[in-house]
């Protein structure tokens, strides 16, 4: 009686797991030209639906720097349901704020396979306008952690 409930279960979980199994989606975030006179911290992944106007989801990503300089950065969404059809965009974070996203990804099509390669512009480093009171941009919770990251990498070297 135990065995067979066993088997029931593992049976159910196996078809769960294919039924919503989809592939990956790897984006290559390509670093802004400009950076806002400030160092770039975090990239915001934006994406939805495309037949959601309004219901964009995010995630974050710390921008690595190679030798001084900002490098192509992979990042891979969670949640992606297959056979849906997502755009991107990304903006970044700097010390002065959020800058204004990139221009959108053409439209991705989740499939039952990995697909990478997927190149997108992010968006400019916010700049500092005259009378900005950038404390209180300093206290927000991802350029804080940020900071917390370069300090446990420096410590590390």
């Not at 984006?27 to 006179?37: A, N, V």
């Not at 989740?110 to 209180?136: A, C, F, H, P, Y």
Request: a neutral charge; charged letters at 25%.
């Amino acid at each position: 009686m135990k065995t067979s409930k066993f088997f029931i279960v593992l049976i159910l979980v196996l078809v769960s797991n294919i039924a919503f199994a989809a592939g990956k989606v790897t984006l290559t975030i390509i670093p802004p030209l400009r950076d806002g006179g400030s160092r770039l911290m975090v990239y915001h992944v934006e994406y939805r639906e495309i037949n959601e106007e309004c219901s964009w989801k995010n995630g974050t990503v710390l921008v690595p720097r190679v030798g001084g300089k900002y490098v192509n950065t992979p990042y891979t969404p969670e949640g992606l349901i297959e056979g849906r059809t997502y755009v991107f965009r990304v903006s970044v974070e700097n010390y002065y704020g959020v800058g204004q996203p990139g221009p959108e990804s053409d439209e991705i099509l989740v499939t039952n396979e990995d697909q990478s390669g997927i190149k997108i512009q992010s968006g400019e480093g916010r700049e500092r306008v005259r009378g900005m009171n950038t404390l209180s941009l300093a206290t927000t919770p991802s350029v804080q952690e940020a900071r917390g990251m370069t300090f446990l990498w420096r410590k590390e070297e």
